[in-house]
């Protein structure tokens, strides 16, 4: 069954990004000109995914205001002859159908999951992390779901990390099936790096099979207190074959300061409006600082 539907869990607080995200979530931080979450929703229509459903929560209306349309602004831009703002804003509403539902406590990204089952119903479907960008030139998403047209099953992308930052990241025990995939075993959830079964950490993509959310009400509550939605894969590669995509591209955890300001420096020297001014003075400042 083709997958033609994508959940993108929004509600978290962003508390490392406080104050910037007291009053604004954190998926609507701009990389330089464009929130988040757009970045992530633009990667699921290149995919072909054209049915994008957003878990929100409490104050992040600006979510729903970004992907509606404003046609206040439109009707100024097109007074001003500025066709080419025009043409970006409307897009941003015309990439996919965007849908919103509302999870009412926090309670983990398992539960964020499967208060999407309403709307997904007995299909496969794609998560993707609001926060956690994918390069726009990387193929991941499109690879893991050939990769799912292949097999019929859960298919989760997950990257080589550090012995010390396995601990920050779902951990999976994998076995050999081919060049790009593997199957997974077990994941165990932020483990110390003592008990890691490997270092391949579980990123924010996954193609899921309906039957995730049997294994999300059979999951108690894990770290934290919170609903794993690793936990709920780790139930379900028991009964079914589950696989990881290695993924050695370019990503960014935009949840992350530091990762935040990569990505903003990387996108922007690439952009062609931005790019040479910024890389020329990218250069000064590097040799002015004696960084390098």
Known sequence: MKVRKAVIPAAGLGTRFLPATKAQPKVMLPVIDVPAI????????????????????????????????????ERFLEDKQKFDELKRIRQISDMAEVHYIRQKEALGLGHAVSVAQAHVGDEPFVVMLGDDLIHPSEPLLGEMLRAHDTFGRSVIAAMEVSKQEISMYGCIEPESFEEDLVRILSIIEKPSP???????????????????????????????????????????????????????????????????????????????????????????????????
């Open 38 to 73: 757009q970045l992530v929703v633009e990667e699921a229509a290149r995919a072909g995914i054209d049915d994008v459903l957003i878990i929100t929560g409490r104050g992040q209306r600006a979510i729903e205001d970004h992907f509606d349309r404003n046609l206040e602004l």
């Open 194 to 292: 003592e008990e890691a079964p490997s270092n391949l950490a579980v990123i924010g993509r996954y193609v899921l099979t309906p039957e995730i959310f049997d294994a999300l009400r059979r999951t108690t509550p894990g770290r934290g207190g919170e609903i794993q939605l690793t936990d709920a894969i780790n139930l379900l590669a028991q009964e079914q074959a589950v696989y990881a995509y290695r993924f050695e591209g370019r990503r960014f955890d935009v949840g992350n300061p530091l990762d935040y300001v990569k990505a903003t420096v990387e996108l922007g020297a690439e952009r062609d409006d931005l790019g040479p001014e910024f890389r020329a003075w990218l250069a000064q400042y590097v040799q002015r600082e004696k960084l390098i």
